[in-house]
């Protein structure tokens, strides 16, 4: 390795090391911190950003790059992948000057205030003016780069790099139809009960019965820690330090036991990746799309799944024993898929999920080119509902005002959980020609053979390939939403009897 790819490898380290450094501080916020202690952490944070992107935008690192490019032409090997993502990072940084992200931040704070307020009073014209600075600021943003096939693209690639506006619109596009008929059909066949998960279950001994299942999964305690949170998620300290975090609701108890599943889902792709990468533009999952199928895959293709229950009921059952009193396994499975339309979409099923994003891409387009005016939201949002879910919600708060993402500014994220689902139904059609017994050894309580799939085909290349050269290269199509469908289609028949 040249002297220059060593420096290039000893900056881009220290930049590393920051991120992942914030990444504890933020951590320690959700999990740790006395409500006394935001506004230092807040400074804190913006701090060791400013380093990182000071330390980044260099013009030292800008050199390197534009010799390394030439050394190492080939991103098909590590070391050209390395620079080829380092420069596109490097590319993105540059054109964004740091006045317009203090700028945006500031909005952003305010942003959010008026959020809180506005969704507390479910009041939207309490925060029209500041979404209509954030999306004034957004256009901004986008004028930074290259004209893009369309102003959204420049959003999208934050979060899927290399993907398109119009290839989500196709592939929603496809898929809408399909699902609202899926949805229909359930509404018309006979319900599922589903009470038996909304009684009082110990905390403790749910909280537990997560842990047992995810370990089975092959999430490495030794290598990471589950801890308690307002909200769950997953963060990433070193491929040998990778946490999850989850809560207890009482109203839906077992949701925990999902959660976790859905958690460990992102840190078991995290813990998978080449050690090698560590410290490199290559650490970390490929995109956000492609983590969620990671996260969903065990949550609701795994944690969903008769088999998987086949293995895991009799056990619950002899913890929970009056809980889970008189409940069939038939019953336990069709409880937990069951489907209702519903205003919120966190709260949402496997079924009507995807509606809820399809939503929200079109209003955030409708929003930055200008085809929707911000007041409209409101009534627009609930036109929708009524069209995809046959709902109306009773007020904002249930509507438009939902989401935290719109006040901090955050444009372009909502369709990677939607592609995740369907990432995650490709690969487990994939999966499931190269493990012909992959069923049975879910029945068993086996997972090994499915893990190491996993890390041999998508966890071990981090940031490697872009997420639709990922998945071509893993099930020999980019994303498409005919898996999912085929998927659905089959489980939904099976639960509802359609
Ligand atoms: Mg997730």
Same mark, same amino acid.
């Given at each position: 390795?040249?002297?220059?790819?060593?420096?290039?490898?000893?900056?881009?380290?220290?930049?590393?090391?920051?991120?992942?450094?914030?990444?504890?501080?933020?951590?320690?916020?959700?999990?740790?911190?006395?409500?006394?202690?935001?506004?230092?952490?807040?400074?804190?944070?913006?701090?060791?950003?400013?380093?990182?992107?000071?330390?980044?935008?260099?013009?030292?690192?800008?050199?390197?790059?534009?010799?390394?490019?030439?050394?190492?032409?080939?991103?098909?090997?590590?070391?050209?992948?390395?620079?080829?993502?380092?420069?596109?990072?490097?590319?993105?940084?540059?054109?964004?000057?740091?006045?317009?992200?203090?700028?945006?931040?500031?909005?952003?704070?305010?942003?959010?205030?008026?959020?809180?307020?506005?969704?507390?009073?479910?009041?939207?014209?309490?925060?029209?003016?500041?979404?209509?600075?954030?999306?004034?600021?957004?256009?901004?943003?986008?004028?930074?780069?290259?004209?893009?096939?369309?102003?959204?693209?420049?959003?999208?690639?934050?979060?899927?790099?290399?993907?398109?506006?119009?290839?989500?619109?196709?592939?929603?596009?496809?898929?809408?139809?399909?699902?609202?008929?899926?949805?229909?059909?359930?509404?018309?066949?006979?319900?599922?009960?589903?009470?038996?998960?909304?009684?009082?279950?110990?905390?403790?001994?749910?909280?537990?019965?997560?842990? #047992?299942? !995810?370990? =089975?999964?092959?999430?490495? &305690?030794? /290598?990471?820690?589950? %801890?308690? +949170?307002?909200?769950?998620?997953?963060?990433?300290?070193?491929?040998?330090?990778?946490?999850?975090?989850?809560?207890?609701?009482?109203?839906?108890?077992?949701?925990?036991?999902?959660?976790?599943?859905?958690?460990?889902?992102?840190?078991?792709?995290?813990?998978?990746?080449?050690?090698?990468?560590?410290?490199?533009?290559?650490?970390?999952?490929?995109?956000?799309?492609?983590?969620?199928?990671?996260?969903?895959?065990?949550?609701?293709?795994?944690?969903?799944?008769?088999?998987?229950?086949?293995?895991?009921?009799?056990?619950?059952?002899?913890?929970?024993?009056?809980?889970?009193?008189?409940?069939?396994?038939?019953?336990?499975? #069709?409880? !937990?898929? =069951?489907?209702?339309?519903? &205003?919120? /979409?966190?709260?949402? %099923?496997? +079924?009507?999920?995807?509606?809820?994003?399809?939503?929200?891409?079109?209003?955030?387009?409708?929003?930055?080119?200008?085809?929707?005016?911000?007041?409209?939201?409101?009534?627009?949002?609930?036109?929708?509902?009524?069209?995809?879910?046959?709902?109306?919600?009773?007020?904002?708060?249930?509507?438009?005002?939902?989401?935290?993402?719109?006040?901090?500014?955050?444009?372009?994220?909502?369709?990677?959980?939607?592609?995740?689902?369907?990432?995650?139904?490709?690969?487990?059609?994939?999966?499931?020609?190269?493990?012909?017994?992959?069923?049975?050894?879910?029945?068993?309580?086996?997972?090994?053979?499915?893990?190491?799939?996993?890390?041999?085909?998508?966890? =071990?290349?981090?940031?490697?390939?872009?997420?639709?050269?990922?998945?071509?290269?893993?099930?020999?199509?980019?994303?498409?939403?005919?898996?999912?469908?085929?998927?659905?289609?089959?489980?939904?028949?099976?639960?509802?009897?359609?």
């Amino acid at each position: 390795m040249s002297d220059k790819f060593n420096r290039f490898k000893e900056i881009i380290g220290e930049v590393s090391d920051l991120g992942r450094a914030a990444s504890v501080l933020g951590w320690d916020q959700q999990v740790n911190m006395p409500p006394g202690g935001g506004e230092a952490r807040g400074q804190q944070l913006a701090t060791l950003s400013k380093i990182a992107q000071e330390k980044f935008t260099s013009d030292e690192v800008g050199r390197l790059l534009e010799d390394l490019k030439k050394e190492y032409p080939d991103s098909e090997t590590d070391e050209g992948a390395m620079i080829r993502v380092a420069a596109r990072n490097y590319d993105k940084a540059k054109r964004v000057p740091p006045e317009f992200v203090a700028e945006q931040a500031i909005a952003a704070t305010k942003a959010f205030e008026a959020w809180v307020e506005a969704r507390q009073k479910s009041d939207f014209s309490i925060f029209q003016s500041a979404l209509e600075k954030n999306v004034e600021l957004v256009k901004k943003y986008i004028s930074f780069f290259p004209p893009a096939d369309h102003p959204y693209d420049v959003l999208l690639d934050d979060y899927e790099p290399g993907m398109k506006t119009a290839e989500v619109q196709e592939i929603f596009g496809n898929l809408r139809p399909k699902q609202v008929s899926l949805i229909k059909a359930i509404s018309e066949a006979r319900q599922v009960k589903d009470d038996f998960l909304h009684k009082k279950y110990n905390e403790q001994k749910v909280w537990a019965f997560g842990e #047992k299942i !995810i370990s =089975k999964f092959g999430y490495d &305690f030794s /290598r990471g820690r589950q %801890d308690k +949170a307002p909200h769950p998620f997953e963060t990433t300290f070193s491929v040998n330090d990778v946490r999850i975090t989850n809560r207890f609701e009482p109203g839906s108890p077992l949701a925990t036991l999902f959660s976790a599943m859905h958690e460990s889902g992102h840190a078991m792709y995290e813990q998978g990746i080449n050690p090698a990468y560590e410290r490199t533009p290559l650490e970390g999952g490929t995109s956000l799309a492609v983590h969620e199928s990671q996260s969903r895959m065990w949550e609701n293709l795994v944690g969903r799944s008769l088999p998987f229950w086949e293995h895991f009921f009799p056990e619950l059952k002899k913890t929970f024993p009056s809980q889970l009193d008189g409940v069939s396994i038939k019953t336990f499975y #069709k409880g !937990i898929n =069951k489907v209702e339309p519903s &205003f919120i /979409r966190v709260n949402a %099923d496997e +079924a009507t999920y995807n509606m809820h994003i399809m939503l929200r891409l079109e209003l955030e387009i409708g929003m930055v080119d200008g085809g929707i005016a911000i007041k409209d939201l409101p009534e627009i949002w609930n036109e929708k509902m009524r069209e995809y879910l046959g709902i109306t919600p009773p007020n904002d708060a249930q509507g438009v005002l939902q989401d935290i993402h719109w006040s901090y500014g955050s444009i372009g994220y909502f369709s990677t959980y939607a592609l995740g689902n369907i990432v995650s139904a490709q690969l487990w059609e994939r999966i499931n020609k190269d493990i012909k017994n992959l069923d049975e050894q879910i029945r068993k309580g086996q997972f090994s053979e499915l893990r190491e799939w996993l890390r041999e085909k998508v966890h =071990k290349y981090g940031h490697k390939y872009d997420p639709q050269d990922l998945v071509q290269k893993v099930t020999g199509s980019k994303i498409d939403s005919a898996a999912y469908v085929r998927y659905l289609t089959k489980k939904y028949g099976d639960v509802y009897g359609l």
